[in-house]
């Protein structure tokens, strides 16, 4: 088989470069290790910024999250007992995110790519890949006990942080930057009314940092922070309502509605960045090239943000016969992916309790805050990260 750009990886990334392409007439194959229903099993991220709708809209695919989206002017940043809100769209001049899940979203990618007859091999097994420095980069891939191999000119690596992308470059041709952060976020899914539907609430407490977010009017998503060896099965459901509430202040916690959870899991908290993210004609976007702790919202943003300068640099390439956009590419695309990185990391050294952070960084942290709700110019920083920095920096 022939195509002109082959994508391994069917998750946000991949799905949405794939309809970007195909929307240029560029002609493109996913392959998938897992089945659909998998990938939109993945409970993940919920909160978009301004360009990633618009990416969507670019896509073809905007329709349910401008129908079903709920677009948020401003976060609360609850300590000592006290929420405070940031005024997001006051302070970046009338911007905004939008709640929308990774879920939903990657179910409107996958309806698109569905209708359009353009081939996507789920359970593809096995896959591997290989000339991808010369000009014609193969990948082969085991389907239903057969063998197959796609011809290409350029190879997309969406396939997040664990894929088979990174790992097939040559050791010594890419730089790996890395910090593990010693707690996860145990988070539980209800299908109950959110607490706070119109900002979500991120609070440092003594007990640890806590999270109120959601899917929409009628589905909540809340997140505790937890030790790194802490286990989902240590968690019923009343527990976490209960250490939840205990987290928040008392007008909060009276408010939240409880049920059963739909969904409950441990993610560990991690920053991760690979350089480059070109190797000849291999192209890494998204997880497959960095990873976020989620405490800014960015990791699903970012792997879209990476798929817009591929997708523009790509149809250059066809298009125009200019290789500019894919020759600068790793260079303009790390530069924001760095300063979002630089964003998590430090909201999440802001929100979280350090076991062994006491004393003097405890304080630290604590005049942080309230510098931040009281100062225009720290929450003017917070606000425009926050919304998304432009994908042209200066
Ligand atoms: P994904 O979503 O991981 O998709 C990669 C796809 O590639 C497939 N794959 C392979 N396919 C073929 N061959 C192979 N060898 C393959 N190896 C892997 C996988 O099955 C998968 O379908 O990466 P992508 O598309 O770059 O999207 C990135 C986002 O998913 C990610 O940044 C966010 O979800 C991160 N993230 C969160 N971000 C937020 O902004 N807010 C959150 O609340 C949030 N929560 C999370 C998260 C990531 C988590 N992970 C990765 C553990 C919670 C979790 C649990
Ligand atoms: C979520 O809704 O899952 C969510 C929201 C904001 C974050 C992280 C996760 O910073």
């Given amino acids: 088989m022939r195509t002109q750009v082959a994508i391994i990886g069917a998750g946000p990334s991949g799905l949405l470069l794939a309809q970007l392409l ?136 969406c396939d997040g942080f664990h894929g088979v992308s990174r790992a097939s470059v040559p050791q010594g041709a890419v730089t790996e930057y890395e910090k593990i952060y010693p707690f996860g976020w145990l988070g539980v899914l209800a299908d109950t009314p959110p607490v706070s539907p119109h900002a979500v609430v991120y609070g440092n407490s003594e007990r640890g940092f806590s999270l109120c977010s959601m899917r929409s009017l009628a589905r909540s998503r809340y997140y505790v922070q937890v030790p790194l060896d802490d ?12 250490e939840l509430r205990r987290r928040l202040d008392a007008e909060l916690a009276q408010r939240i509605v409880t049920g059963p959870s739909i969904e409950k899991s441990i993610a ?31 990791g ?11 997708s523009t640099s790509l149809i250059e390439h066809y298009q125009d016969h200019s290789d ?16 979002a990185a630089r964003f998590s990391w430090w909201l999440t050294s802001l929100m979280h309790r350090f076991p062994d952070t006491a004393g003097f960084g405890q304080r630290v942290q604590e005049a942080e805050l309230d510098y931040l709700v009281h100062s225009n110019a720290l929450s003017t920083s917070l606000a425009e990260n926050y919304v998304g920095l432009p994908f042209e920096l200066h």
């Fill in 324 to 339: 500019a956009g894919l020759d600068t590419y790793s260079q303009r695309t790390l530069r924001r992916v760095w300063k």
């Fill in 300 to 310: 699903l943003n970012l792997a879209a943000s990476d798929v817009k300068y591929l």
């Fill in 22 to 157: 195909h929307k240029a007439g560029i002609d493109n194959v996913i392959l998938e290790r897992q089945s659909g229903d998998y990938v939109l099993g993945r409970i993940r991220a919920g909160i978009l910024e301004q360009g990633t709708v618009d990416l969507l809209h670019e896509a073809g695919v905007g329709r349910h999250v401008a129908a079903d989206g709920i677009v948020h002017h401003r976060i609360e940043l609850a300590f000592a007992g006290v929420r405070h809100p940031i005024d997001v769209h006051g302070l970046t001049g009338g911007k905004v995110v939008t709640a929308y899940g990774q879920t939903e979203m990657t179910r409107d990618l996958m309806t698109a790519r569905a209708a359009e007859g353009r081939l996507t091999v789920y359970q593809a097994g096995n896959v591997s890949l290989h000339d991808f420095d010369g000009n014609q980069p193969r990948v082969r891939y085991d389907k239903d006990g057969q063998s197959h191999e796609i011809v290409c000119d350029f190879i997309a690596g």
């Fill in 231 to 242: 286990k989902v099965e240590n968690w019923s459901d009343q527990r976490f309502w209960d």
């Fill in 268 to 298: 560990p908290l991690r920053s991760f960045v690979a350089e480059p993210m070109r190797f000849g004609r291999l192209f890494l976007a998204g997880d497959a090239a960095h990873i976020v702790p989620p405490t800014g919202a960015k």
